[in-house]
């Protein structure tokens, strides 16, 4: 009780300090709960920390299946006569040459679906049947020079393009592949040897060669943030790759020492994460990534709690859970989500990760968003701890009963998130930060609105990531653009990326149902901005947004951005009309003040199609009169 006061504590005292969109505090929270050598008094050794049935334990297999072995056994049949891929060299060069990942994912990915419905129809059926093709599938991974994927390569030190046979890279396919076939060791050595013990002898020395040692040996790959510093960006890479190399270490190694080693080089790294991430446990990269970051941190944390039987535990600690809620506090409704920076609206995510990590730090929340998205099957293969720990929790899902507690009032006040629902269940969100955030659009000051559980003001999100998206183009890119958000375009300039441009002076105000930013600075200088203040203001089926500026100059024309994707009506003077699937709204402007144009943007991107349909529109209010003061003010009316 003691230590959870003091973190507790620590909290209160963090969230009383000056507020920075900027979020690196240096917390290690993992060493502060002890050195390499209490790790390595605390081990589980020799995996007697698994708590999953044995290979041989048909019983159990059955059990913990219920009814799904069927269905296992069947994709695994079809496999039976997959034809391995090869992944060529024009495959790995597709993604330099024109940008596209497809051609060596698609291939790669074969591979490891159909070595993963292999190994569960061998583990549902467990009678050896599966088990040579099993062992082909693996045999073909070991021998490709690399696990690594096309878009990865500029990880390698010197051929950036093209695998380098001398070099190992662990991203996050090399760490994917190294956890499923460290359980694919553990469970299925025994029956390799029947057929030779140099298959397992090969697939764990890959292991070692391609994830082990490498993680041991260098500290330059970006993720692992060794050497972070507040300027430094750690997002979801470095819990995905620590977890999966933690299921490889603690699979594998029998060493008390090397293992100690392993397992608090991890907790240094994973640190780094959690330095970067905010108090108030936001994550920046939007709740569709908050399977891959806080997500993916829960799973290293329950790694860690079970080698060292509950030793080493953040459970407890608060930003733990704030980390969690976040996903909870992002739901709109209608499986919709909140979509800042390269979120996708429509809210997936892994409904038993989302559950399980409710259930252990305590939240109803949680675990009822979970209930929520559910839909019957999280049975992925590929990611093999996932798997089994919805196994294990997919019963008590299905027959438990939780709702979520509405949330009316949001605040973020590190990330500068705030999400606000009136009475009517209408809900809004906006964001201040900074515009280099993990997967940043420049869109501070932005908002989405929607109407009773549907977005109806969009942002429009990412399309499908090819070499441009993390390129030094990124920003050409219209979705990214700041003109394609629900902000301005001042004095005939667009936001600008990198650290300095960033949002000054945000407040939110509970009591008021309002939310305040200077903008300016997110602006290039020459653009000429003094003060731009932007203010929301949410009443009962209403949002009210007002502009406050000041300018150095007038170059050109301000213009006021609305992005939608309903059928817009802008025929009326000074109001726009939107309907979205039954939601009716209205914009609301001074026609004195604003011409007001209509743009169609054809969607041919099917990331962004599947979500929108074949088209959104960009309503933009251009204003009459160039003046160096002004006050604007707008209405979003539900009708």
């Known amino acids: 009780m003691k230590k959870i ?114 190994f569960w129809a061998e583990m549902a059926e467990g009678k050896g049947r599966f088990v040579p093709k099993l062992a082909d599938g693996v045999f073909c991974m070991c021998e490709r020079t690399t696990w690594i994927l096309s878009a990865h390569m500029y990880m390698q030190s010197k051929q950036k393009t093209f695998p380098d046979h001398r070099e190992n890279i662990i991203d996050l396919s090399t760490g994917y592949c ?11 050595h025994e029956e390799f040897d029947k057929i030779s013990p140099m298959i397992s002898m090969r697939i764990k020395d890959e292991l070692y060669k391609r994830v082990i040692n490498p993680y041991m040996e260098r500290s330059d790959f970006w993720w692992q943030a060794f050497n972070a510093s507040p300027n430094t960006m750690v997002n979801n890479w470095n819990p ?30 994973v640190d780094a994460f959690f330095n970067y991430t905010h108090y108030d446990g936001a994550c920046e990269e939007g709740p569709s990534y908050w399977d891959g970051a806080a997500g993916m941190a829960f799973i290293y944390l329950q790694l860690l709690d079970e080698v060292t039987g509950g030793k080493y535990s953040l459970f407890e600690h608060p930003m733990v859970k704030s980390m969690g809620e ?3 506090s992002s739901y709109i409704g209608d499986r919709w989500g909140v979509n800042f920076a390269d979120a996708s609206a429509r809210m997936g995510g892994n409904a038993p990760l989302i559950y399980e990590y409710g259930k252990t730090i305590g939240s109803n929340d949680m675990m009822a968003l979970a209930l929520e998205l559910y839909d019957g099957n999280y049975f992925s293969g590929k990611d093999f701890r996932r798997t089994m720990q919805y196994l294990m929790v ?47 659009h420049n869109d501070i000051g932005s908002f989405i609105y929607s109407i009773d559980k549907l977005p109806v003001f969009i942002d429009a999100g990412v399309g499908t990531y090819t070499a441009k998206t993390f390129s030094s183009q990124r920003y050409t890119i219209w979705t990214m653009r700041s003109a394609y958000h629900n902000i301005p375009t001042i004095n005939g300039a667009e936001q600008k990326d990198g650290r300095q441009y960033r949002a000054y002076d945000v407040k939110a105000d509970k009591s008021d149902k309002s939310f305040s930013a200077d903008i300016a600075k997110a602006y290039p200088d020459e653009a000429g901005i003094k003060s731009w203040v932007r203010k929301y203001r949410v009443k009962d089926n209403s949002l009210t947004i007002s502009d406050k500026f000041e300018l150095e100059r007038t170059d050109s024309p301000n213009e006021i951005h609305f992005m939608t994707w309903g059928n817009v009506d802008a025929s009326r003077p000074g109001k726009v009309s939107v309907s979205v699937k039954g939601r009716n709204a209205v914009l609301i402007y001074d026609n004195s003040k604003f011409d007001v144009s209509v743009e169609t943007i054809k969607l041919d991107d099917v990331k962004l199609s599947d979500v929108w349909g074949s088209e959104i529109y960009r309503i933009t209010l251009k204003a009459k009169d160039l003046k160096l003061k002004d006050n604007y003010s707008f209405e979003i009316r539900k009708v």
């Not at 920390?49 to 269905?71: F, H, I, M, Q, T």
């Not at 891929?85 to 490891?112: I, P, Q, W």
């Not at 190294?178 to 299925?188: D, K, R, V």
């Open 326 to 328: 976040f996903v909870v």
């Open 178 to 188: 190294g956890a499923l076939f460290s359980w694919i060791y553990y469970f299925m």
């Open 394 to 440: 997919r019963n008590e899902m299905e027959n438990a009963d939780l709702k979520i507690s509405p949330r009316k009032f949001v605040w973020y006040p590190e990330t500068q998130f705030c999400y606000i629902s009136d009475k009517k269940g209408n809900f809004f969100a906006t964001k201040g930060g900074y515009n280099a955030e993990s997967h940043n």
């Open 5 to 118: 006061f003091l973190l507790g504590l620590a909290f209160v005292f963090m969230m009383l300090l000056p507020f920075s969109a900027f979020a690196y505090q240096k917390k290690d929270l993992l060493k502060q709960l002890g050195d390499k050598d209490k790790v390595k008094s605390a081990l589980i050794m020799k995996r007697q920390w698994v708590n999953y049935p044995s290979y041989y334990d048909r019983e159990a297999w059955a059990k913990l299946l219920n009814g799904l072995d069927a269905s296992i056994i069947k994709d695994g049949e079809d496999m039976l006569d997959f034809q391995w891929k090869v992944v060529t060299a024009s495959d790995y060069l597709s993604f330099s040459h024109g940008g596209s990942r497809a051609e060596m994912e698609s291939a790669h990915n074969a591979n490891l679906d159909a070595i993963a419905k292999l």
């Open 240 to 269: 995905w790759c620590n977890s999966n190399v933690m299921q490889c270490v603690m699979l594998l190694e029998d060493d008390p020492e090397k293992l100690a080693d392993a397992v608090y080089r991890t907790m240094c790294s």
